[in-house]
């Protein structure tokens, strides 16, 4: 089993930034795959990005291409989500996500551990 807990929500005013965290434990080194996804009050559970902690790829929805970046730690136990110029539209709680094996990066139901989600407020 993987534990994953995020932190590093809050609020910011637009333009700013902050960087969330999620801290894997347990059977960390399970963990080949993260992502973050978000959920915006009354909209769908919508993909934000993707890594693999193997071989660093990365992988970007278009609304946050060139603003947000994903990492992972040397350690491979705790993955970021650095969010530059944000935006009100990015106001959302946040999640993050791992797994073993993901064969599609930006489909939820590929993830098999989840964090409790962070809010994340940008304000205009």
């Known amino acids: 089993q993987v534990q994953l807990v995020e932190s590093g929500g809050g609020l910011v005013q637009a333009g700013g930034s902050l960087r969330l965290s999620c801290a894997a434990s347990?059977?960390?080194?399970?963990?080949?795959?993260m992502a973050w996804f978000r959920q915006a009050p009354g909209k769908d559970l919508e993909f934000v990005a993707a890594n693999t902690w193997i071989s660093g790829y990365t992988f970007y929805a278009d609304s946050v291409k060139g603003r947000f970046t994903i990492s992972r730690d040397n350690a491979k136990t705790t993955g970021y989500l650095q969010m530059n110029s944000l935006k009100p539209e990015d106001t959302a709680v946040y999640y993050c996500?791992?797994?073993?094996?993901?064969?599609?990066?930006?489909?939820?139901?590929?993830?098999?551990?989840w964090g409790q989600g962070t809010q994340v407020t940008v304000s205009s």
């Open positions: 347990g059977q960390a080194s399970a963990i080949n795959y």
């Open positions: 996500a791992a797994d073993r094996f993901v064969r599609e990066l930006t489909t939820r139901l590929n993830y098999g551990y």
